[in-house]
């Protein structure tokens, strides 16, 4: 918007009604959804039929999308990670956990840490909505916002990256971001929650090696869903 581009996005109708508000409020103007199409097939078909200079991100296919994380996100946490330790040798065993709504994000970082510490000292777990299940192709109607969508395409191109999948509840999902809120003071959305369920469950299983450090991620602010976790009062 600062540089003078305009934003369309196309949400599910489902998805947190503050999300739809904030991204109003910042200058974007919303695509209404299709009647039984998704958002992403509602907004393949608005562009196609646009008749103004547009540019598709086309996040769930973009390379760029993968790639950016790759370099960025992950090569921003290896960074801090060779800095606290003092060098990528006394970095301990990794464990990354993480949802897929592209996939970008936890495929991108996995990637990069992989690349830098060795495939045999990171483990990367994909945290799939209960009743989803990515390697089968199963998706149905789920509160997690932002995951779970659809298998990723991206997935595609490193099919043996991840190691395993963690399935989390909604209600899990609300409890790990209330506990991450009072333990920490991080008041993170609904998928960030299902993260940290789904790291705390590895952890407490002791699925695996105990000194293994764990990594997840906060994709965004709960405030976007106040409405949905009970806080809004």
């Given at each position: 918007i600062r540089r003078g581009y305009k934003p369309y996005a196309c949400i599910e109708r489902s998805y947190s009604l503050s999300n739809k508000e904030i991204f109003c409020s910042l200058g974007g103007t919303l695509i209404e959804q299709l009647p039984d199409k998704s958002a992403f097939e509602s907004i393949q078909e608005w562009f196609a039929d646009c008749d103004q200079k547009a540019i598709y991100l086309n996040q769930f296919n973009n390379?760029?999308?993968?790639e950016g994380h790759k370099n960025e996100t992950?090569?921003?946490?290896?960074?801090?990670?060779?800095e606290c330790y003092g060098s990528k040798v006394n970095v301990p065993n990794l464990c990354l956990v993480g949802g897929m709504g592209s996939g970008a994000s936890l495929l991108g970082i996995g990637l990069a840490l992989r690349e830098h510490y060795g495939n045999e000292r990171v483990k990367v777990f994909a945290v799939q909505p209960q009743g989803c299940d990515y390697e089968k192709g199963i998706f149905i109607?789920?509160?997690i916002q932002g995951i779970g969508l659809t298998k990723p395409n991206f997935l595609k191109l490193f099919p043996k990256l991840i190691?395993?999948?963690?399935?989390?509840?909604?209600?899990q999902s609300i409890s790990a971001q209330h506990w991450l809120l009072l333990k920490t003071g991080l008041f993170a959305g609904i998928s960030s929650g299902a993260n940290v369920a789904a790291a705390l469950h590895l952890h407490e299983?002791?699925?695996?090696?105990?000194?293994?450090?764990f990594l997840t991620l906060a994709y965004d602010s709960g405030i976007q869903y106040l409405e949905r976790v009970g806080l809004s009062k």
């Open positions: 390379i760029a999308n993968l992950g090569g921003e946490i290896r960074r801090q990670l060779d109607a789920h509160k190691d395993g999948y963690l399935s989390v509840s909604y209600e299983q002791m699925l695996v090696d105990p000194q293994t450090l």
